[in-house]
């Protein structure tokens, strides 16, 4: 029965995990720009959560998709301003930048909020559910579920609207959906808002779970990435996919190997599907 309720805690971590990637995968794979932010605005947006919650007694689960409405603005200015000018660039070019304004982020949040970890404690508790000796966390269900949604979403407008249509175009070849009369620009910028939404909005979610700090920026940058890689760049169902299978493999490792090694459990699949299958499980051309 431990084995159960083990996997049952994966699969629930595993959506959040989905979440937290699905936006990262996307900037990576329409811009192909490698967003070392995308761990501070995970944090960003459980900051903002947790001030709603503390100022105004706002539901992280309810304040979720304000958070990522928030971090898109964000977003979409940064790459509208800062990022468009080195577009097309070597991918070591935007890696710099993308780190630089990293440290400018982790840095104005160390500032603002230090390093102590905070937490958002809901009144009343959502408490569990229970079905025969297996036990959810209500909290933890609802961020999956939520979770789930907003990566089912962005891959439903990726698939089925013009916005999408001209996402996946200009991923596939930006000069010739320039050439069809796509505004090339807006596009990056649009899906670079989208991935900084997604990250906002995870951030809310894992904020009404999870202690939240400024240097936990690191460790979701880097799920994000193994997730990526897990599931294939260019598929919303591989980060999926790949979001599940971390899950699950950092909950049973945490029983084996202790909690203290989730995140070298993490790197170390990693460095086995680089090697592996570096295309992931279900990678593919475009983004799908």
């Not at 790197?267 to 299958?277: A, C, N």
Request: include cysteine; charge should be positive.
């Amino acid at each position: 029965m431990l084995w159960i309720q083990v996997l049952v805690n994966g699969l629930a971590l595993g959506g959040l995990y989905a979440c937290i990637a699905a936006g990262f995968s996307l900037v990576w794979g329409v811009l192909n720009i490698i967003n070392i932010l995308h761990g501070s605005l995970i944090v960003l947006g459980g900051y903002l959560a947790f001030f709603a919650h503390q100022q105004f007694g706002v539901s992280p689960f309810v304040l979720a998709p304000f958070a990522g409405a928030a971090t898109f603005l964000l977003g979409y200015g940064l790459q509208r301003f800062v990022v468009n000018p080195v577009m097309g660039r070597p991918v070591l070019i935007t890696l710099v930048l993308t780190f630089g304004l990293n440290l400018f982020l982790d840095n104005a949040m160390l500032a603002a909020f230090k390093a102590d970890y905070r937490k958002i404690n809901l009144q009343p508790p959502l408490g569990v559910a229970e079905i025969g000796d297996i036990i959810v966390p209500m909290d933890r269900l609802y961020a999956t579920a939520e979770g789930l949604v907003l990566v089912g979403a962005l891959w439903l407008l990726l698939r089925s609207t013009q916005l999408g249509r001209a996402i996946v175009a200009v991923r596939m070849d930006r000069d010739a959906a320039a050439l069809m009369g796509i505004n090339v620009k807006w596009t990056y910028a649009i899906a670079f808002g989208l991935g900084t939404f997604m990250a906002g909005a995870s951030g809310a979610l894992l904020a009404g779970i999870f202690p939240i700090s400024p240097v936990s920026s690191s460790g979701y940058l880097g799920k994000a990435f193994v997730i990526c890689v897990l599931g294939g760049l260019g598929s919303i169902p591989g980060v999926v996919l790949g979001g599940f299978v971390l899950g699950i493999i950092e909950s049973f490792g945490a029983v084996a190997l202790g909690p203290e090694h989730a995140l070298t459990i993490s790197f170390v699949l990693l460095l086995v599907l680089l090697v592996v299958r570096p295309t992931g499980l279900l990678g593919r051309k475009g983004f799908s």
